[in-house]
């Protein structure tokens, strides 16, 4: 039995959700899953925005045959090469033998990187702001290179304000019926998701997200059709909001995020009671995380999010602690910056973890560390605890000041 969605009387959902894959892309978690967005366009020429994964192919196969009811399929439009939406394009060709694949030059070439198939007699290529007219609708193409690939381009349909919009505007989270963040409690239940996809997929390329967010602002913009997660049909403004705040790097909130590594709980005891020194002076939203316990792409989402961060390690084979420093290193890797920062190191004998984060976060564009290094010598000592409220304030001051 197929699972389509109608969109508009001509515009079809034929997309998919898995909830077994344990690791998006193999490295990032996906408790809720994630799904995996494809579109079927009937006017006198049929269209398919991309395909989808191998892990829906079956599904999203039947969709596609369902929605098109016994019609060929003249376009695919892809959008976006990664295989998380092209692995199907090759059973596409097989299907329907006679379809044009719309893309740009990069795209064409990584179709031919990735099958073996002729491609050149199918290709339809497309120039930045070319259009394509299937009948009653005309697709306008958006190049918006670096989200998250460089060949990817967004499609708007200026017959309904319709954006295809590739990755932007996706978020990981499988879909349960309601197809519409309007039908969700997106705020509650998906925007932690859906920062941490954007963060962790396209959060180096901020840059360029703004460049495309630019281009779409001049766009009549009715509906966002995403990849993955619910469509935006309402309040797109907000979520376009989001976008802004995460690829400038600006906090999105003001509050405290401490984040550890602790191998028998001294560093943590000292954090637990930085974070009380500091509820004391009238710091709210702190969050302290295990960098242990709490996957990286968490603690990296999480980073962007507050405005003010402690990071506190011991000291491990003379390095940071590899938790902590594989925490720093992917923060490095997806362009943070512009944070007030404190540090908190630890260790029995040579302290070098502190002197190492510095080094790591000096790499970062303006990164502040705004308190003395705490240092700890196994465990804090009674005559530390000026050095902890000293620390405090300094905190509390960029949380509030
Ligand atoms: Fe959902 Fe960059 O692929």
């Known amino acids: 039995m197929n699972n389509t969605w109608k969109i508009a009387d001509d515009v079809i959902y034929v997309g998919a959700s898995d909830r077994r894959l344990a690791l998006f892309e193999n490295i990032y978690p996906i408790e809720r899953g994630v799904s995996y967005n494809s579109y079927v366009v009937l006017d006198e020429k049929t269209v398919l925005m991309d395909t989808a994964d191998h892990s829906v192919s079956r599904e999203f196969l039947g969709n596609v045959e369902a929605?098109?009811?016994?019609?060929?399929?003249?376009?695919?439009?892809?959008?976006?090469?990664?295989?998380?939406?092209?692995?199907?394009?090759?059973?596409?060709?097989l299907r329907y033998p006679d379809v044009k694949i719309v893309g740009n030059q990069k795209t064409i070439q990584m179709i031919k990187q990735f099958y073996t198939f002729d491609v050149d007699s199918r290709a339809h290529i497309v120039k930045d702001g070319d259009t394509l007219t299937t009948g009653k609708h005309t697709f306008a193409f958006v190049f918006a290179p670096m989200v998250h690939w460089p060949e990817v381009m967004v499609a708007f349909d200026t017959s309904n304000g319709f954006l295809f919009s590739a990755d932007a505007f996706g978020t990981f989270g499988a879909l349960a019926g309601n197809l519409y963040a309007d039908e969700l409690d997106f705020?509650?239940?998906?925007l932690d998701d859906a920062r941490r996809y954007y963060i962790n997929i396209v959060g180096k390329y901020g840059v360029q997200v703004m460049n495309t967010l630019k281009k779409a602002a001049a766009l009549?913009?009715?509906?966002?059709?995403?990849?993955?997660?619910?469509?935006?049909?309402?309040?797109?403004?907000w979520f376009i909001s989001k976008y802004q705040t995460w690829a400038s790097y600006v906090p999105e909130e003001k509050g405290l995020l401490i984040v550890y590594s602790s191998i028998y709980g001294n560093t943590a005891n000292a954090v637990e009671l930085l974070g009380a020194k500091c509820a004391e002076k009238g710091v709210k939203n702190?969050?302290?995380?295990?960098?242990?316990?709490?996957?990286?792409?968490?603690l990296v989402s999480e980073c962007f999010r507050y405005s003010t961060i402690v990071f506190a390690s011991p000291t491990y084979n003379a390095e940071v602690f590899p938790k902590m420093e594989m925490l720093l290193i992917?923060?490095?890797?997806?362009?943070?910056?512009?944070r007030d920062v404190?540090?908190?190191?630890?260790?029995t004998w040579a302290l070098s973890a502190g002197r190492k984060m510095?080094?790591?976060?000096?790499?970062?564009?303006?990164?502040?560390?705004?308190s003395p290094l705490l240092s700890i010598k196994s465990s804090l000592k009674d005559e530390?605890?000026?050095?902890?409220?000293?620390?405090?304030e300094a905190l509390s001051k960029s949380v509030n000041g």
């Not at 510095?358 to 705004?370: F, N, V, W, Y």
């Open 67 to 93: 929605a098109l009811s016994g019609r060929p399929l003249d376009y695919l439009v892809v959008n976006h090469m990664e295989p998380d939406h092209c692995a199907v394009i090759a059973e596409i060709v």
């Open 187 to 190: 705020e509650g239940e998906w």
């Open 220 to 237: 009549p913009i009715k509906m966002i059709l995403p990849l993955h997660g619910p469509i935006w049909r309402e309040n797109i403004g």
């Open 286 to 298: 702190i969050h302290i995380y295990d960098a242990s316990k709490t996957d990286v792409s968490v």
């Open 330 to 338: 992917e923060l490095k890797a997806h362009a943070f910056q512009n």
């Open 342 to 347: 404190a540090l908190i190191e630890n260790g």
């Open 358 to 370: 510095t080094e790591m976060l000096s790499a970062m564009k303006d990164i502040r560390i705004i």
């Open 384 to 392: 530390q605890l000026g050095a902890v409220e000293e620390m405090a």
